[in-house]
């Protein structure tokens, strides 16, 4: 069995001590006052439990393919209201693909770092070069639509600033690593003006790709009032014309095909069922490097002693429920 700790072990192992040596005084008081240690067993047990499950043990087994170990990979992602067309596949927004492709491009590259950056009306970093792909995968979960009334317009390329700093960065602080981008978004231009080119220096690049969706006929989008991805919502209206109706997202290739060629790196057209190998080789012109290696993998066991901790934690609550039930005072009749 391993563990992989949710803190450093210089941060578990005092906490872990500071956790024994409470119970133990705790223990002692006990003894000294009369009480029996019975009533020490269920808050001992939960401690426990939460302390295992922080350290997340695991069964080695198996292996994951590892990507060139001097690797950065940054994914730009368009979060405008565009990306929530719904022509991707069977009716689902475009912002599903996105999803399915960062994770999926994620596992091929497993050991590279990894950062994730959105625009819409402009562009933000959301999460620094990392190889926790644990904290990616969240990330991508919650990615939603930027909010309807926020928006005002936007650029295919208002995140090359941040971008090309991001780039510098990288390669100031490690310039043996590769440095690749994965732009994904539907090229649709809404803020009134031609785009201005990436503007990124070719040095910077070493490989990636532009993936786009949507279709040529289009989508309706549906409004976004809140970041609560459960809220109903109406489909945003097209009111340039005399009359209001749905609006419609179409994506535009040639817009995207400029951004790849900006970039240097190939378009790739994403759509459901569409496998992760072409992806990955159309960004791979020779520039990524494969590698031999292989990542240990394991399967995680967390989960265990925290479902463990609930259930006690619940099984308490009901206790001390009908411990309350019964000290109610009872009804008086009236003489």
């Known amino acids: 069995m391993t563990f992989q700790p949710i803190w450093p072990w210089w941060i578990m192992l005092p906490v872990i001590a500071g956790v024994v040596v409470l119970l133990g005084w705790t223990a002692v008081r006990s003894r000294q006052h009369g009480a029996g240690l019975r009533g020490l067993l269920l808050p001992a047990g939960l401690v426990a439990l939460l302390l295992l499950a922080a350290l997340r043990p695991g069964l080695p087994g198996g292996s994951v393919r590892a990507a060139e170990a001097d690797l950065n990979v940054f994914f730009v992602v368009d979060t405008t209201s565009s990306i929530a067309a719904e022509d991707y596949g069977n009716g689902s927004p475009r912002l599903d693909g996105v999803r399915k492709d960062i994770m999926a491009i994620a596992g091929e590259l497993a050991g590279a770092r990894f950062s994730l950056i959105t625009f819409d009306s402009q562009a933000v970093v959301r999460m620094p070069l990392t190889t926790d792909t644990s904290a990616l995968g969240t990330l991508t979960g919650v990615l939603e639509p930027q909010i309807t009334q926020y928006s005002t317009g936007s650029s295919v390329t208002v995140a090359r600033t941040v971008l090309n700093e991001r780039l510098k960065a990288a390669r100031d602080s490690h310039p043996e690593r590769a440095r690749v981008v994965y732009y ?152």
């Open 184 to 335: 994904l978004g539907d090229g649709e231009q809404t803020s009134g003006k031609a785009p201005e080119p990436m503007h990124v220096d070719a040095s910077l690049v070493n490989g990636g790709a532009v993936l786009g969706y949507g279709t040529g006929q289009g989508g309706r989008m549906k409004e976004k009032s809140s970041y609560s991805s459960g809220d109903a919502a109406a489909y945003i209206q097209d009111r340039s014309g005399g009359s209001a109706g749905d609006a419609v997202s179409r994506i535009d290739e040639d817009r995207l095909r400029e951004v790849a060629a900006q970039l240097g790196v190939p378009y790739v057209h994403r759509a459901p069922g569409d496998g992760t190998a072409p992806m990955m080789q159309a960004a791979r012109p020779g520039a990524l490097k494969e590698t031999s290696e292989s990542l240990e993998g394991r399967t995680e066991l967390y989960w265990a002693p925290a479902l463990a901790a609930f259930v006690l934690a619940l099984w308490e609550s009901i206790r001390v429920l009908r411990q309350l039930r019964q000290l109610r005072p009872g009804r008086t009749e009236a003489g």
